[in-house]
């Protein structure tokens, strides 16, 4: 018998013989030991590996197992000897594994990626490497199976492409933003000027007003989300965001799940940041979604001020429930019960991580058959998100503006608006007008940012001998580019009356 026979044999792999040595030694090479290593050493090696090593015969059943690859099931070895392979493979796999097997036999060997599946139901991805072998006959007698857990590679290797579809969703999305901003522009602006005037109507005025800034609202948290954009911690409101998330993920819930809210609180101010707070709210509601989606139910999202302290979001679902075992692991990295195209395992990941970055703890309560209920508690602050109100406006002096934007709809509607805000205005559509304009007697210039292919920060560097100050008007958000000295402010589209005198008022004082 050959020397690597009987290390073979001594490591517990009878089936060991001289066609299939060279499985072995590759593999005692690879961990480097030398010639002279013992018997013992080479089976502490393969006890520890991180490879793990099995052997199951013509039939696919495991008839040889090391600890390694048991512990990466969640297994014994004496658990899984005698059991097919097809307990260690999701369902979903099985093709997967039985065209891999058919290779192996064809050509010897062969190595594929693909998904198993642990004994308490979580799956990880693995690489496997299968190997042929023989009887001392040379008659095919089963294979070697030696597998790695390649989860972390696998998922950062998705992470990157999704990186990159999201690089790609941004600028798209911005794109869009900004023909959606300049829609929702002249309606906000419009509202605006009929919510003043004494004949309006003043409900439907009102419920014209509040479509365009939910409306506004979403596109900014949306160009958010696909820019990634860092935020600071400020005073926001908890049910705010809240609302925000649920408009965003409750048109994907499944018709079959009855979502309810309860989101009245006496205070509900935390110190946080928008992204984090929705992705939270985004995550729990869609994953209690996805588990009800075959028996429907019932899904409450609620706020309570438990003390004088602090707030609690409950996300409730009346679904199946987590099994014991597999609570204890949900904010695991990678650790999902989902197939690859539905879930990463690093959702659950996300929200913890989130919370805890806003001095917040998460709770999970679950009965199998009777339904799961994350809480989150975050800790009270001062202050408020509320804004400024509408009552009155700023007072600025009467200026004579020129505004430039090459939509007539909201060039006509900034116009309006400026003048019932008593300043005289220059309006034009086209930037080559503008710029053989008499800029003497301009006090104030307020130019959009994009303007049939044209930069209106390239415009604002054209306009010579003029030095006053310059609004520059965006409909998606952008602050990559450097802003040239005059500029004074960016006036987000939509803007309510109040915004325009703000940035009106703003320009007027830096050119004191």
Same mark, same amino acid.
């Given at each position: 018998?050959?020397?690597?026979?009987?290390?073979?044999?001594?490591?517990?792999?009878?089936?060991?013989?001289?066609?299939?040595?060279?499985?072995?030694?590759?593999?005692?090479?690879?961990?480097?030991?030398?010639?002279?290593?013992?018997?013992?050493?080479?089976?502490?090696?393969?006890?520890?590996?991180?490879? %793990?090593?099995?052997?199951?015969?013509?039939?696919?059943?495991?008839?040889?197992?090391?600890?390694?690859?048991?512990?990466?099931?969640?297994?014994?070895?004496? !658990?899984?000897?005698?059991?097919?392979?097809?307990?260690?493979?999701?369902?979903? =796999?099985?093709?997967?594994?039985?065209?891999?097997?058919?290779?192996?036999?064809?050509?010897?060997?062969?190595?594929?990626?693909?998904?198993?599946?642990?004994?308490?139901?979580?799956?990880?991805?693995?690489?496997?490497?299968?190997? +042929?072998?023989?009887?001392?006959? %040379?008659?095919?007698?089963?294979?070697?199976?030696?597998?790695?857990?390649?989860?972390?590679?696998?998922?950062?290797?998705?992470?990157?492409?999704?990186?990159?579809?999201?690089?790609?969703? %941004?600028?798209?999305?911005?794109?869009?933003?900004?023909?959606?901003?300049?829609?929702?522009?002249?309606?906000?602006?419009?509202?605006?000027?009929?919510?003043? !005037?004494?004949?309006?109507?003043?409900?439907?005025?009102?419920?014209?007003?509040?479509?365009?800034?939910?409306?506004?609202?979403?596109?900014?948290?949306?160009? +958010?989300?696909?820019?990634?954009?860092?935020? !600071?911690?400020?005073?926001?409101?908890?049910?705010?965001?809240?609302?925000?998330?649920?408009?965003?993920?409750?048109?994907?819930?499944?018709?079959?799940?009855?979502?309810?809210?309860?989101?009245?609180?006496?205070?509900?101010?935390?110190?946080?940041?928008?992204?984090?707070?929705?992705?939270?709210?985004?995550?729990?509601?869609?994953?209690?979604?996805?588990?009800?989606?075959?028996?429907?139910?019932?899904?409450?999202?609620?706020?309570?001020?438990?003390?004088?302290?602090?707030?609690?979001?409950?996300?409730?679902?009346?679904?199946?429930?987590?099994?014991?075992?597999?609570?204890?692991?949900?904010?695991?990295?990678?650790?999902?019960? +989902?197939?690859?195209?539905?879930?990463?395992?690093?959702?659950?990941?996300?929200?913890?991580?989130?919370?805890?970055?806003?001095?917040?703890?998460?709770?999970?309560?679950?009965?199998?058959?009777?339904?799961?209920?994350?809480?989150?508690?975050?800790?009270?602050?001062?202050?408020? =998100?509320?804004?400024?109100?509408?009552?009155?406006?700023?007072?600025?002096?009467?200026?004579?503006?020129?505004?430039?934007? =090459?939509?007539?709809?909201?060039?006509?509607?900034?116009?309006?608006?400026? !003048?019932?805000?008593?300043?005289?205005?220059?309006?034009?559509?086209?930037?080559?007008?503008?710029?053989?304009?008499?800029?003497?007697?301009?006090?104030?210039?307020?130019?959009?940012?994009?303007?049939?292919?044209?930069?209106?920060?390239?415009?604002?560097?054209?306009?010579?001998?003029?030095?006053?100050?310059?609004?520059?008007?965006?409909?998606?958000?952008?602050? =990559?580019?450097?802003?040239?000295?005059?500029?004074?402010?960016?006036?987000?589209?939509?803007?309510?009356?109040?915004?325009?005198?703000?940035?009106?008022?703003?320009?007027?004082?830096?050119?004191?």
């Amino acid at each position: 018998m050959s020397d690597s026979a009987i290390a073979a044999k001594h490591l517990g792999f009878e089936f060991m013989n001289r066609a299939n040595s060279d499985v072995i030694l590759p593999f005692v090479r690879q961990n480097h030991f030398s010639g002279d290593a013992t018997l013992e050493e080479l089976q502490l090696a393969v006890e520890n590996s991180m490879t %793990g090593i099995s052997w199951l015969d013509t039939s696919g059943t495991f008839r040889q197992v090391r600890d390694g690859y048991a512990r990466m099931l969640g297994y014994t070895p004496d !658990e899984l000897i005698g059991q097919s392979w097809a307990v260690t493979v999701p369902e979903s =796999d099985h093709e997967t594994g039985i065209a891999a097997v058919q290779k192996m036999l064809r050509d010897g060997r062969n190595t594929v990626e693909t998904r198993a599946v642990r004994k308490d139901g979580s799956v990880f991805y693995k690489r496997l490497l299968l190997v +042929k072998t023989m009887d001392s006959q %040379g008659r095919h007698n089963g294979h070697y199976c030696f597998m790695s857990d390649v989860s972390e590679r696998t998922e950062a290797q998705r992470r990157l492409a999704d990186a990159e579809r999201l690089r790609t969703i %941004g600028t798209l999305a911005g794109g869009i933003a900004h023909d959606l901003n300049n829609l929702l522009t002249p309606i906000l602006g419009r509202a605006e000027l009929l919510a003043r !005037e004494s004949k309006a109507d003043d409900g439907a005025v009102d419920d014209i007003r509040n479509a365009a800034l939910r409306a506004q609202e979403l596109i900014d948290r949306l160009l +958010k989300f696909s820019k990634n954009e860092r935020e !600071e911690f400020k005073p926001l409101s908890l049910a705010g965001s809240v609302r925000v998330a649920l408009q965003f993920v409750s048109g994907s819930l499944p018709a079959n799940v009855s979502l309810q809210t309860k989101l009245g609180t006496s205070d509900d101010t935390v110190l946080g940041l928008e992204a984090p707070l929705e992705l939270i709210v985004l995550n729990l509601v869609s994953n209690a979604g996805y588990v009800m989606r075959d028996s429907g139910g019932e899904l409450v999202v609620s706020l309570s001020n438990p003390d004088g302290q602090h707030i609690e979001l409950a996300i409730s679902d009346t679904g199946p429930g987590i099994p014991a075992p597999i609570l204890d692991r949900i904010f695991d990295p990678f650790y999902t019960t +989902k197939p690859p195209a539905e879930g990463t395992g690093l959702g659950l990941l996300m929200v913890k991580e989130a919370v805890e970055k806003m001095k917040g703890r998460v709770e999970v309560d679950s009965i199998e058959g009777q339904g799961t209920r994350f809480l989150i508690t975050f800790p009270l602050c001062d202050g408020s =998100d509320q804004g400024h109100t509408d009552d009155e406006l700023p007072k600025s002096p009467r200026l004579r503006v020129m505004v430039i934007d =090459d939509e007539e709809p909201v060039l006509q509607v900034c116009q309006t608006m400026l !003048e019932h805000l008593g300043h005289e205005v220059i309006a034009h559509t086209d930037p080559n007008n503008a710029l053989r304009e008499d800029l003497a007697n301009v006090d104030l210039v307020i130019s959009d940012y994009r303007m049939g292919g044209v930069s209106g920060l390239d415009f604002v560097k054209q306009l010579q001998g003029f030095d006053g100050p310059v609004v520059v008007m965006s409909g998606a958000l952008d602050a =990559d580019d450097d802003l040239p000295e005059n500029v004074s402010c960016v006036l987000n589209k939509p803007f309510k009356l109040q915004s325009l005198q703000e940035a009106v008022l703003q320009a007027s004082q830096a050119s004191e």
